[in-house]
Every structure is written in structure tokens, then in C-alpha cells.
């Protein structure tokens, strides 16, 4: 069963605008983690927010992460046609080592 | 290698035939885990190994799923009596420990079936 829900499932945005890509989840988790998929292929790992962190930047990435909502978002500043991708949240148990439980994802088109 | 490879990048079988994917994951990796999607879909867990313990096989959809990882390494997912419903793109990832802090994917396999 999947654990996160992306929102939006679409998002179609000019080139240099931020891109904003919000995730649910249903229970407790070790630590949340953002992969970024190009034309339906493999993924990749972009960030890791731990349960007892709030908030984790990377280069143009910022992630938040609310455990009282069950709840994470993921913000791309200063977007660029290259970020068009499908995003995906994806949630660890709270054991740590349980497999990772991938959202539908947000597919982000970036116009230029 | 440097990464996750697979193999077949494509398959293309009749409904009815057996069919093996293979993995072979990021050198001295302990984790190994399978997912499958199916177009526009997220990603479904399939199955879970991680070291020499018994595989997290709770993902698998039916019996005509089988996987297995020889020596700790290579991995290999079998699907008998393909299904049509079985058409997706499989793939595989692995990590350096059984703490799931980043997965490294392999390009997949894209599985139709006819």
C-alpha cells in the first residue's frame, strides 16, 4: 500500500517561478526522503529529513517536514526547464530499516 | 560497476511465458529491493532483501512472483504465467546498509506483456 500522497498530482510552472510539492503520510516514520524520476525510468535520491528535523536545505531544494500533520513539502526555487520530472516522496518505518513507501508523485513540467 | 544495473532493459513476452529480470546491484551493498509501476503510477514494493536474513516478501502480488539473491549480490525476479496485468517497468535499487537513508536505482526493465 502506498504511504504518501503527493499533491499536486500536476504542476506546470514558467522557468525562473518556485515549484512547490507537498506530501502526506499515515504513520510514524524514521525519516522522509524526496527522489526525482526523468521519463519513467530510474530514480534518484535528492534529500533525507530525519523525524526529529524540521527543515533541510540543498543547493535550490528545501525541505520541510511537520510530524504533527504527518506532512513534508518540497520547494525548488528559481525552477528551470531541466527540473521537469516527477517528484516522489517516499516514508522509512520508525525502525529504521523497513522498505521504502513511495507516493504517486507530482509531475512538474518546467516552461521555459 | 559504478551503479545499479539491469537487464533486460525491455522485454517483450506472451502472456502465458515465464520471464527472469535481472539486477545486479552496487558492489558491497547490502540491501537489495525490487519495486514495480505501472505507467503514471508511483512506485509498489515487490521484495526486500537484506543481508543473510530472510527476504521482506510482503510486497509480492500473487505466487507467480519469485525473487532470489545469490552470494549476497546479483538478484533475479522471476514471474511465471505472465499476466498482461503484469506490464510495467520493474525496478531495482540497493543500499550500503539496512538503514534506508538513500536507495540507488537501476534504469529498470520494461516489461509487456502480450
Known amino acids: 500500500s502506498q504511504q504518501g500522497e503527493e499533491d499536486p498530482q500536476a504542476l506546470s510552472i514558467q522557468e525562473g517561478e518556485n515549484a512547490t510539492m507537498n506530501c502526506s503520510y499515515k504513520?510514524?516514520?524514521?525519516?522522509l526522503q524526496w527522489y526525482r524520476q526523468n521519463s519513467g525510468r530510474g530514480l534518484v535520491h535528492l534529500i533525507l529529513?530525519?523525524?526529529?528535523?524540521r527543515e533541510k536545505h540543498s543547493g535550490r531544494l528545501r525541505v520541510t517536514l511537520d510530524t504533527s500533520k504527518k506532512s513534508s513539502s518540497l520547494l525548488i526555487t528559481a525552477s528551470r526547464a531541466a527540473d521537469t520530472a516527477s517528484y516522489f516522496c517516499?516514508?522509512?518505518?520508525?525502525?529504521?530499516?523497513?522498505?521504502?513507501?513511495f507516493g504517486k508523485g507530482t509531475r512538474l513540467s518546467v516552461i521555459a | 560497476g559504478a551503479g545499479v544495473s539491469q537487464s533486460p532493459s525491455n522485454k517483450v513476452t506472451e502472456k502465458g511465458k515465464d520471464v527472469e529480470l535481472r539486477c545486479d546491484p552496487i558492489?558491497?551493498?547490502?540491501?537489495l529491493y525490487w519495486y514495480r509501476q505501472s505507467l503514471g503510477q508511483g512506485l509498489e514494493f515487490l521484495i526486500y532483501?537484506?543481508?543473510?536474513?530472510?527476504?521482506?516478501k510482503s510486497g509480492l502480488p500473487s505466487d507467480r512472483f519469485s525473487a532470489e539473491r545469490t552470494g549476497g549480490s546479483v538478484s533475479t525476479l522471476t514471474i511465471q504465467r505472465t499476466q498482461q496485468e503484469d506490464s510495467a517497468v520493474y525496478l531495482c535499487?540497493?543500499?550500503?546498509?539496512?538503514?534506508?537513508?538513500?536507495?540507488?536505482f537501476g534504469s529498470g526493465t520494461q516489461l509487456s506483456v502480450l
Open positions: 558492489s558491497g551493498h547490502t540491501a
Open positions: 532483501f537484506q543481508g543473510n536474513s530472510a527476504p521482506d
Open positions: 535499487a540497493s543500499s550500503p546498509t539496512g538503514v534506508v537513508e538513500k536507495l540507488f
Open positions: 517516499a516514508t522509512v518505518g520508525n525502525s529504521g530499516n523497513t522498505p521504502l513507501v
Open positions: 529529513i530525519r523525524s526529529n528535523e
Open positions: 504513520t510514524s516514520i524514521n525519516n
